[in-house]
């Protein structure tokens, strides 16, 4: 989507703060333990949404006998995956993930101990999911507790799908996003959607800072109509700093949002897309 400055690779990264270091560690610890002060709660957010359009999306008769995978993209160490298939929350994921039990565990124990409680506490009405993430070590956490059925490294921004990922794709009926609007533009969605036997919904939580217009103009070219209702707003996380304050403040007026009550009050908050095929065209 769009940015006001770039990193080396290129890549949009406008004003906000960076927490690479935290996106590819051999397990989720120091992502929650970085983001849970900054109160992070864009997939609780997200949670009843995604179950509700992964119900929806999974009654649609499309002509197949098989269930339409859910792909969440920049799907991290499976957060989304676990919130939509597994009576849990993100407010005990974060205590599960900072508690003293868990620090004092190696990865392989934490592995052990996060498979027996999801295994417990997976829905009966669970969908299959599958991850892309640039991140390696993450989906392969994801994939080790069994939180995704099957997990891709392919960096959409910068080449096509392999071969691996482009089967996958044929059985991908919605791509759920949250957290990664300021990381892939609409290079990604148009690599995905280019590759789908089905048809694709897609359920995205994307921050006020960034412009989604491209996305949706890439996603229209593929037959799919976006809602977004832009009076109501989710708080994704609390600022860095005042700094990052500054830079959402300055990009949500460019973008014509009023951060009055919003980033103003502290907070970058996000803008909530669905987009299904449009059946008037
Ligand atoms: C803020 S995290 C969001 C994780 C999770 N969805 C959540 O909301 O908690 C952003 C993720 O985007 C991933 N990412 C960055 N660039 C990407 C790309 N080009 N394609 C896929 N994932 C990417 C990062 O590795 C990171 O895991």
Redesign the pocket.
């Known amino acids: 989507m769009t940015g006001t400055s770039t990193d080396g690779s290129g890549r949009a990264t406008g004003g906000k703060s960076r927490?690479d270091d935290i996106?590819?560690r051999p397990d989720p610890r120091a992502y929650f333990g970085r983001l849970a002060p900054l109160e992070?709660e864009?997939?609780h957010h997200a949670q009843p949404v995604f179950r509700r359009i992964a119900a929806e999306r999974a009654a649609a008769d499309d002509g197949r006998s098989s269930r339409p995978t859910v792909l969440?993209?920049?799907?991290?160490y499976g957060?989304?995956a676990a919130l939509l298939n597994h009576d849990v929350t993100l407010a005990e994921m974060a205590e599960r993930y900072t508690s003293r039990t868990a620090q004092d565990m190696s990865t392989a124990e934490l592995i052990a101990w996060d498979k027996e409680f999801y295994a417990q506490r997976r829905r009966p009405d669970a969908v299959p999911v599958i991850g892309?993430?640039?991140?390696a070590p993450?989906v392969q956490y994801a994939l080790a507790v069994g939180l995704l059925d099957a997990a891709f490294t392919d960096?959409?921004?910068q080449g096509p799908p392999s071969p691996q990922l482009n089967h996958a794709l044929a059985e991908v009926g919605l791509v759920t996003l949250?957290?990664?609007g300021s990381?892939?533009t609409d290079r990604?969605f148009t690599a995905l959607l280019d590759g789908a036997r089905r048809p694709v919904w897609v359920s995205a939580f994307v921050l006020r800072t960034v412009s989604y217009e491209p996305v949706e103009r890439t996603l229209a070219a593929h037959g799919l109509r976006t809602t977004v209702d832009s009076s109501r707003t989710y708080p994704q996380r609390r600022f860095t700093d005042a700094r990052e304050q500054q830079y959402a403040v300055e990009a949500v007026r460019k973008l014509g949002h009023d951060p009055a009550g919003h980033e103003e009050a502290g907070r970058f908050h996000s803008l909530y897309y669905e987009s299904r095929p449009d059946t008037a065209r």
């Open positions: 927490f996106y590819d992070y864009i997939p969440d993209l920049c799907c991290s957060i989304n892309l993430d640039v991140s993450a960096d959409l921004e949250t957290g990664g990381y892939i990604t």
